[in-house]
C-alpha cells in the first residue's frame, strides 16, 4: 500500500533564516506531489505541485520554492522566510492530477 | 473561474443530531467531487462521487451527487464526538488541471 511522510510534524524557525521541507512517498510510482498552505486550519491553497522528476508548477508568487529531485521525493524550500511564511504545510500525492489526493500529516511552522 | 462554495462554514450541534454539509461547484468538465475530513492534521479521504457515482455510504456518513444543481450534501447522522473536523470538498476540473478546493465546514459536535 502506498505511504506518506513527510517531516518535521511541527518547526519554529527565526526570520531571515532557511528552510527545507521534506516529503517522500513509497508504494507507488511516478505520483503526482503537491505542497499546499493551510491557514488557521481552513482552505488548502496550492503552492507547487510536480508531475514528474525536475518538473515543478508554481501557483502563487511567494518567497518559496519546491523541487523534486527524485520520483517520490518533494522538497519545499526557502532562503529567507519571513512572518507570512507561517501556516500549516500539508503534503500530498495522487495517481493523476484530477483523482483524490492523500496527505502527509503535515508540518506547522511557526516563524518568529 | 472554475470554484467551489462550501456551506455552512462552521457548526455547532450535539450529539446524536444529524447534519448536512453542502458543496457547490462551477468547473469545466466536471467529472467527479470528492470529500474529506480533517481532524488536527493530514485530510482523510471519504468519498468520490461520479456521474456513474452519485450517492455513497460509510456508516453514518453518506453523501449525494446532484448534478442538474451543480452540488452535493454530505450527511452524517447521529453525530458523535469523533465527527467534530473539518470537511473539505474538492472538485478536479476537467484538462488534467489541479483540485480546486472550497474553504471547508468546521463542524463541532458537543456531548
Known amino acids: 500500500s502506498q505511504t506518506i511522510h513527510q517531516w518535521p510534524a511541527t518547526l519554529v524557525q527565526p526570520v531571515g533564516s532557511p528552510l527545507s521541507l521534506e516529503c517522500t512517498v513509497e508504494?507507488?510510482?511516478?505520483?503526482?506531489l503537491y505542497w499546499y498552505r493551510q491557514a488557521a486550519g481552513r482552505g488548502l491553497q496550492l503552492l507547487f505541485y510536480s508531475v514528474g522528476i525536475g518538473q515543478i508548477s508554481s501557483e502563487v508568487p511567494q518567497n518559496l520554492s519546491a523541487s523534486r529531485p527524485q520520483d517520490r521525493q518533494f522538497i519545499l524550500s526557502s532562503k529567507k522566510l519571513l512572518l507570512s511564511d507561517s501556516g500549516f504545510y500539508l503534503c500530498?500525492?495522487?495517481?493523476?492530477?484530477?483523482?483524490?489526493?492523500?496527505f502527509g500529516q503535515g508540518t506547522r511552522l511557526t516563524v518568529v | 473561474e472554475d470554484k467551489v462554495v462550501q456551506s455552512p462554514l462552521s457548526l455547532v450541534v450535539h450529539e446524536g443530531d444529524t447534519v448536512t454539509l453542502n458543496c457547490s461547484y462551477e468547473v469545466t468538465n466536471f467529472r467527479s467531487l470528492l470529500w474529506y475530513k480533517q481532524e488536527k492534521k493530514a485530510p482523510t479521504f471519504l468519498f468520490m462521487l461520479?456521474?456513474s457515482g452519485i450517492e455513497k455510504k460509510s456508516g453514518r456518513l453518506s453523501s449525494i451527487l446532484d448534478k442538474k444543481e451543480l452540488s452535493s450534501i454530505l450527511n452524517i447522522t447521529a453525530t458523535q464526538t469523533g465527527d467534530s473536523a473539518i470537511y473539505l470538498c474538492a472538485v478536479p476540473p476537467g484538462n488534467n488541471r489541479k483540485l480546486i478546493w472550497g474553504l471547508g465546514t468546521s463542524l463541532a459536535v458537543n456531548p
Open positions: 500530498a500525492w495522487s495517481a493523476n492530477l484530477n483523482t483524490e489526493a492523500f
Open positions: 461520479t456521474s
Open positions: 508504494g507507488t510510482s511516478n505520483p503526482n
